[in-house]
């Protein structure tokens, strides 16, 4: 019964599976590629800094992405945007639990912009598949921009404002990305962390459209 649900629904609190209610595995102490705390929060993450959060398909190719732009400190892989607590990989992967396949992003915005971020995140992914990324299919793959701040709330929709004439010039529906509050983020398990540092041959979800941001933007 676990995998049998339409994977395409959010389920609702009452559906959703119930979880854990704290972290049950062990997660590596630094991050592989860019040697920073994995897990990350204000008793380590250094002054200045910030956090965005996204949603852009398969977590192990986004996080990728993300760990290579200059500036940003620390990455990670976990669940955002759903119900259940602490869910594992499986579960999420059910359709049962709500969340997003997402990406925490540690970063210096003295040499990053929270605005080069997002449209990092659009270029990367095509935000009109609703609930689905090429061939991966499910809630879990749906996008969502998840602000920690009045700041990033706004620069996040007024980016998506500027990015959605551009990409339906070339043929494609409306922007189906979710903008809001970043909910509570739990980490994925530790093979899912830096996976393609560790398994560089691995999946990748090909589903960019080829649209770049406008450069005016």
Known sequence: MLFSRHKTQLPTPDDALPGRPERW?????????LDAPLVTDESNIPAGHEVAVFGLGCFWGAEEIYWQMPGVWSTSVGYAGGTTR????????????????????????????????VKAF?????PTQGMRQGND??????????????DQDRVARALTAAYEPVIAERGYGPITTEIGPAPEYFYAEDHHQQYLAKNPNGYRCHSATGVP???DA
Do not use: K
């Open 137 to 150: 299919i499910g809630t879990q793959y749906r996008s969502a921009i998840y602000t920690l701040s009045d």
């Open 25 to 33: 595995f062990a997660l590596a102490e630094r991050h592989l590629v």
């Open 86 to 117: 602490w869910p594992s990989y499986e579960e999420v992967c059910s359709g049962r639990t709500g969340h997003t396949e997402a990406v925490r992003v540690v970063f210096d915005p003295a040499r990053v912009s929270y605005a080069d971020l």
């Open 122 to 126: 659009y270029e990367f992914h095509d």
């Open 213 to 215: 941001f406008p450069a």
